[in-house]
């Protein structure tokens, strides 16, 4: 089983379409670079469209994947594993921080259930996307079986293709589960080289013995999965988990469907790690919308060679750094589209 065989070539954002964008960059009323960032988010948004200037975004769309994990028993977290089931009802309501950042830019919210612990017959979200309940606890056992992941691979292209067919112009990823930081750092401490101790973080505000326990769990399973950091599926299977695979096929796929996305904290960015290795390319089509407070999640960025638009030490997840970031992409193209040429304004240009 390959990657190749999910996931057909990733076609790169429009190379003529940027530089078409940085000429026009150049007549509009301001000196030049004067906007550094919001510039380069003008290009890039217009390389992706293919199309200068970019067209304004409408229809953002956040999909927070939700799922629970053995190594919770593990007192890696000081909240219960009932918090996940709590928090995705609560996300659903309306009621959570991901809705109240959200809902200043418009951003449409989708809550999916790929294995939250609880009883088959307990509809938390809609089961329709639910792979499992929980996973393995991946210090001592595999994540989930090679059907298993399939089934999460395959989901996460669903909802892709449903979001992006359905009008979606922007994606991003959400994250929500007890435990998820651990899988997280796991997985960038193996494909960055880095060590157990140097990429295990707080979480969710676990105190100095817990957070022992959880570089234990880190270490034991970046142990276990030593030899696999050239394989992506196996890695899948031993240490990440189903909500993970289904997020990181998701942010393949968006690539795939030439769909522009912002990333979230470290566990998104944990699976566009795994995305880029399922789809090579994938993060041309990427920003990172903020640095995290997770140690792991500096790496990540890096290895990904993405700028995080924002640092404000947040680690809620949820996707809410992702939809903090959202307005200044939106501002990217409204200045593209609402700023003045030095020609329509009758302004000098330099000479």
């Known amino acids: 089983m390959q990657p190749a065989e999910f996931f057909p070539k990733v076609t790169p954002p429009s190379l003529k379409a940027a ?4 000429e026009f960059q150049l007549t509009l009323t301001k000196p ?11 290009v890039w948004l217009a390389s992706c469209q293919d199309q200068v200037p970019p067209k304004n975004l ?15 028993t593990k007192k890696v977290s000081p909240y ?17 921080g991901i809705n109240a950042i959200a809902n200043e830019s418009g951003i449409g919210i989708r809550v999916v259930d790929i294995s939250l612990d609880h009883d088959e017959d307990v509809d938390v979200v809609g089961l329709q996307e639910r792979v499992r309940r929980s996973c393995g606890s991946i210090d001592v056992e595999d994540a989930m079986t090679e059907a298993e992941l399939v089934a999460a691979i395959n989901v996460g292209k669903r909802i892709a293709d449903e979001e992006v067919d359905n009008g979606a112009d922007l994606l991003m990823a959400g994250d929500l589960g007890i435990g998820n930081t651990s899988p997280s750092a796991v997985i960038i401490g193996l494909l960055t080289g880095q060590e157990p101790v140097v990429v295990t973080g707080r979480g969710s505000g676990v105190n100095d013995e817990g957070w022992k326990r959880k570089v234990a769990v880190v270490r034991d399973a970046m142990f276990r999965a030593r030899k696999d950091k050239g394989n992506v599926l196996t890695l899948m299977c031993k240490v990440s988990s189903p909500e993970l695979a289904a997020m990181a096929a998701f942010l393949a796929q968006a690539a795939v469907r030439r769909t522009p996305m912002v990333l979230d904290g470290v566990v998104v960015t944990a699976a566009a790690l795994l995305a880029e290795r399922l789809a090579p390319g994938a993060r041309a089509w990427m920003q990172a919308g903020h640095r995290s407070a997770e140690p792991a999640h500096t790496f990540a960025l890096e290895s990904l060679k993405l700028e995080p638009l924002l640092d404000l030490g947040l680690r809620l997840g949820e996707g809410s750094g992702a939809a903090a970031a959202f307005p200044l992409v939106r501002m ?20």
């Open 19 to 22: 530089d078409a964008a940085r």
């Open 32 to 42: 030049t670079g004067s906007l550094a960032r919001l510039e380069d988010l003008g």
């Open 58 to 72: 409408t229809q953002p769309r956040m999909v927070v994947f939700a799922g629970d994990h053995g190594v919770a």
């Open 80 to 96: 219960p594993k009932e918090v996940s089931i709590q928090m995705a009802a609560n996300i659903q309501a309306g009621g959570a």
């Open 332 to 351: 990217a193209t409204n200045i593209m589209n609402n700023m003045a040429t030095f020609e329509s304004a009758q302004v000098s240009n330099k000479e």
